[in-house]
Structures are given as C-alpha cells and as structure tokens.
C-alpha cells in the first residue's frame, strides 16, 4: 500500500511533465517514428546481478535475493525499415477483423502513381526459440510488385498511427509476437507462395 501511494503522489506532483512526456511520444509514433522496428529480440547479461531486498511475511525479517543467471539486455536479433503501410486483401475476413477489433486506422487502398509495393515469397519455414517457446522463423525473398499486378481488393493499414510499430509486428511474418504463430493466421505462412500481406512504401 505504501509503495502505491508513493507511486499516486509521485504521478500527481509530476504530472505536466508526464503528460507533455507523453504527448510528445506519441507525436512522433503518429510521425512514423523510430524507422526500423525490431521483431525479433532475445534478451542478453551484461555480467550484472540482480539484488533483491524482500521482506518475508512469515517472519517479518528482511532478506536479500540474488539473481546470478540476470539478463537486462534487450538485443535486436531481426530488424525491419518501416514501411508506409501494409495492403491487406479485401477477402480476408480474419485480417480484417482483427485490424477493426483494435480500433487500427484502415481504409480501401486506391493505387498511387508513387506507390512501391513489395511482396514476400515464402521459400521455408523455420523455428525460432522466443524465452522457451518455440515459434516458427520463415525465410523469404522480397520482391516489387508491379502495380499493374495487384489481384483484387486491397485495405491499407498504414503504420503512422500510434499503433504502429504494433502492426509492424503483428503483420511482419518474422516477427516472434507476429500473428503467423497463431493457430488462427498460421494459414497465412505457406512455403512457395508469396505472403498476403504486402508492404507498401511512399
């Protein structure tokens, strides 16, 4: 209770500060910023410990726990540029409604004369260990798509929005948190056939 007081009051007295810290912050994600987002990530040591001062309830005495096997370090295995959005095809209703039960900016795509689309082509299907689970890590091959090419419906899901850096990990087929290691998407990974969902860059 102590610690959650201190916690209030901290937040009260500092409150402009918090609040410009934020809307600052979230300026920039809507800006597109940062440019690369990382997806897959393992944490590292640094030769640090972690030392813990706990009290114990049962005896009411303090005591100290130590954390040898520590790591703090957060280190990119796999990074992406960040695209201007991703197209995501009309006829995929699972897609869709995952991108409108999160409230994402999306629109109907209409091609732009500027527009660069680039797909991904499949060529296996991996694994990746992600903090003992074990998850599936693709390898493709990138590739521009010609405008004149575009099959179907499209929606365009474009990543300067809060969420951004969000989308680029749920819909970027690499990614550890990605939404192709789900039972639900894992249709979306099939090897020798390009990934639905296309990036775009303006």
């Known amino acids: 209770m102590t610690a959650m007081l201190c916690y209030l009051e901290f937040m009260y007295q500092n409150a402009d500060e918090i609040k410009l ?16 987002v990382a997806i897959q990530m393992k944490h590292e040591r640094d030769g640090s410990k972690l030392e813990m001062t706990l009290l114990s309830t049962r005896t009411g005495k303090d005591t100290v726990i130590t954390v040898s096997d520590y ?3 957060v280190k990119s295995l796999f990074d992406v540029e960040k695209p201007f959005g991703y197209l995501i095809p009309a006829d995929d209703r699972q897609l869709l409604d995952w991108a409108n039960r999160h ?4 629109s109907k795509y209409t091609v732009g004369n500027n527009d660069m689309i680039e797909g991904m082509l499949i060529t296996s299907i991996d694994s990746i260990d992600f903090e003992g689970d074990i998850v599936v890590n693709p390898i493709y091959s990138t590739r521009k798509v010609p405008l004149n090419d575009l099959k179907g419906e499209y929606y365009l899901l474009p990543t300067k929005q809060l969420a951004g850096n969000v989308i680029v990990q749920a819909l970027e087929p690499k990614s550890m948190i990605g939404l192709v290691t789900y039972k639900q998407f894992e249709h979306l990974l099939k090897p020798a056939q390009v990934y639905p969902v296309l990036r ?3």
Do not use: D, H
Not at 21 to 36: F, W
Not at 103 to 106: A, G, N, S
């Open 103 to 106: 409230q994402f900016q999306l």
């Open 71 to 73: 790591c703090p370090v």
């Open 21 to 36: 810290m934020v809307k600052t912050e979230r300026e920039k994600l809507v800006n597109g910023s940062p440019e690369k």
């Open 200 to 202: 775009i860059y303006r």
